[in-house]
């Protein structure tokens, strides 16, 4: 009997995490995903056949548990993609409302772990936690410590799960820029249509997820020779 792989997927209204939602349910992926809007979650995920939509937060904990219960035992992929930008443009740090920092780090340093701790129980060996990260975590832009650092925060995260966790393969991957609603968010006003389109780094993102590379953190560029 052919078992079909389970994986979790949030933030799969748009962008990136819905064009890897659409690749891994052509691969015959069962999937739980999730975003913020229930009407845009709803009318993206309308053509996959493999998809349970769970409208809610990810910093929320009965959502969390809610799509961890939709997955059910034996799950091989937790993709944590659902990112809070932060105020818009993004402020210096002496300026930076910490309440809005509150925010941000909840949903995207505390949701995506706590998310993996309710999780970790019902994992296959083998199986695939993918964060998805920024080259502002590594690199100092000034108006970006508050998304920055909270990205740093996550590929911490991500580096000691690796290390606590050796039969999972857990990965922080930069997609690197993008034309998305959160690239144009970050810069308003501006003509961002030169950036590639999020499907343009889901190849390296699937040579992570049904690859066998050691956990690590990975930038898409670097992988893409692999995807050819």
Known sequence: MLVMPVGIVTGASR?????????????????????RGGEALAEATAGLSGVTAITGDVADPEHRTALVEAAGDGID????????????????????????????YDANVVGPLALVQLALPRLRDGAAILDVTSDAAVEAYEGWGGYGSSKAALDQLTA?????????????VDPGDMRTQMQQDAFPGEDISDRPPPEDSVPALLVLIEGSLPSGRYRAAELAGATR
Do not use: T
């Open 15 to 35: 962008g990136l995490g819905l064009a890897l939602a659409r690749a891994l349910d052509e691969r015959g992926w069962r999937l739980v995903v999730d975003a």
């Open 77 to 104: 992929l937790i993709v944590n993609n659902a990112s809070l930008l932060g105020p818009s443009p993004q402020p210096m740090l002496a300026d930076y409302p910490l309440e809005e920092l509150r925010r941000v």
């Open 160 to 172: 000691v799960l690796a290390a606590e966790h050796p039969a999972l393969r857990v990965y922080s």
